[in-house]
């Protein structure tokens, strides 16, 4: 397959309809999808363990007598972590250490306040009770992703984690397994797919359903995610990898070159884009791309991904550039310029800002500390990265003596009335009357 990276001018006159109709791809799912989805979650709501181990068996191609046969055991846990090389496990406690003391920043308080009427006013904080994070599989593993997953949980005190991960033929990754045993995480099922989240939102016979879903998956995972949504809460519906960088040419173009390859490597539906002022530098980008993707172990994923979904584009200036990663609203965003934190108030619609030449993307992936789960296909626009937050619920309080209710009664009556919502307004009135 020959590399055809598409570059675009944003001085053409057709550049607004092109971005646009370039984002419109990032949107998620199809009707077939939709359909199959469906159908799993009927089977898994309706008939339980045995539509699950029916599922393993057809996508997963295991063949289990029960789902407590799908459970996987501490032994096997930690016989599969014992495999890990040393400086591994060691880097992954490294990187659980930071991630934990950036999610200890992010944890929500309760407060109150009396009005000068004697109303007490509050918020009462408290973690939710379950969640199930899904852990994915397939074209690549993911241990990174338990802890991303897992420490904010922990951090806001949930008390039942669940993890899920695809295992076919019920091979099981010691690095993943790693992770398990790094967070303490003893409920866990080799149970992937559209299943997975069906089990996570309806529970079945052998397994108790949770509150909320957690986790990044491929299009039948995200599908499950939103259908389920209200049953159970969930953190976002995740499309594929992306990556947007702006540069000025004052970074190496190798560095900016791998920085794509970083996102294009995930799945072939994966997005990368560079924009720049440049013209020049582009092509010098785009000639160590040619020159760097054979040496890639997974350059036919990164082919097709770019080949699909890359995109050199020319701009006028950074302010330009600034304004059309607002309205692309990328889930990462590079700023490899010179004085990058100038730029940072520029930026509205953004997963994850990496401000500089040296603060690549992969870092925020795996160790630097802020979360690698992050909103996806525009929606950066109204969703933020995982964070402890998900996972605390917030609780109004109010408190009042009969003056206070008394006061308060006269604002809520006409209100309630206005409303034809006379009930309401009688309990406001009979407050008046006890004052």
């Not at 997953?149 to 033929?169: D, F, K, T």
């Not at 004052?250 to 539906?269: G, K, M, V, Y």
């Not at 937050?389 to 003056?403: E, L, N, S, V, W």
Request: glycine share 6%; proline share 3%.
């Amino acid at each position: 397959m020959a590399l055809t990276l598409r570059q675009l001018d944003a001085s053409a006159d057709t550049f607004s309809e092109q971005i646009r109709d370039y984002i419109a791809q990032a949107q998620l799912g199809t009707a077939d999808i939709d359909d199959a989805v469906r159908a799993i979650i009927d089977q898994v709501r309706t008939r339980g363990d045995a539509a699950v181990l029916e599922y393993t068996e057809r996508f997963d191609k295991r063949k289990a007598t029960s789902v407590a046969a799908l459970r996987i055991t501490e032994d096997q846990r930690a016989q599969a972590a014992a495999t890990v090389a040393p400086e591994w496990s060691a880097a992954l406690s490294k990187a659980a250490e930071r991630i934990r003391r950036y999610a200890e920043r992010q944890l929500v308080q309760d407060w109150e306040f009396v009005d000068e009427f004697g109303v007490r006013l509050g918020q009462k904080v408290s973690a939710i009770d379950s969640v199930g994070l899904y852990i994915p599989g397939g074209k690549a593993a993911y241990p990174s992703s338990v802890l991303m997953n897992a420490i904010p949980a922990q951090v806001a005190g949930v008390e039942r984690i669940v993890a899920m991960l695809p295992a076919c033929g019920g091979e099981l990754n010691p690095f993943v397994m790693c992770a398990l045993q790094l967070m303490s995480i003893d409920e866990a099922y080799t149970i992937g797919g559209a299943q997975a989240i069906a089990v996570l939102a309806y529970g079945t016979q052998s397994i108790a359903p949770v509150v909320k879903i957690v986790g990044p998956g491929n299009a039948y995972v995200n599908e499950a995610k939103r259908q389920v949504f209200g049953k159970v809460g969930i953190d976002m519906v995740a499309g594929p990898s992306e990556i947007l960088v702006i540069a000025d040419g004052s970074t190496q173009p190798s560095w900016i070159a791998l920085d794509l390859f970083s996102q294009a490597e995930h799945d072939e539906q994966a997005r990368s884009i560079l924009l720049c002022p440049d013209a020049d530098y582009l092509n010098q980008v785009k000639a160590e791309i040619d020159r760097l993707l054979p040496t890639m172990a997974r350059r036919k994923v990164i082919e097709a991904a770019l080949n699909r979904n890359g995109l050199l584009v020319k701009v006028d200036d950074l302010q330009q550039a600034m304004q059309i990663a607002n309205i692309i609203a990328a889930e990462h965003l590079e700023l490899a310029v010179v004085d990058a934190e100038r730029w940072l108030d520029s930026i509205k619609n953004a997963g994850a800002v990496f401000l500089g030449s040296y603060s690549c993307e992969v870092l925020g992936d795996y160790c630097a500390g802020s979360n690698h789960v992050l909103p996806t296909a525009g929606s950066a626009r109204f969703s933020s990265p995982l964070g402890v937050y998900d996972f605390q619920k917030r609780t109004g309080i109010m408190q009042c003596d009969a003056k206070a209710a008394s006061y308060l009664a006269t604002i809520a009556e006409p209100l309630a009335e206005a409303e034809g919502l006379h009930a309401h307004a009688a309990a406001a009135r009979s407050r008046i009357t006890a004052s």
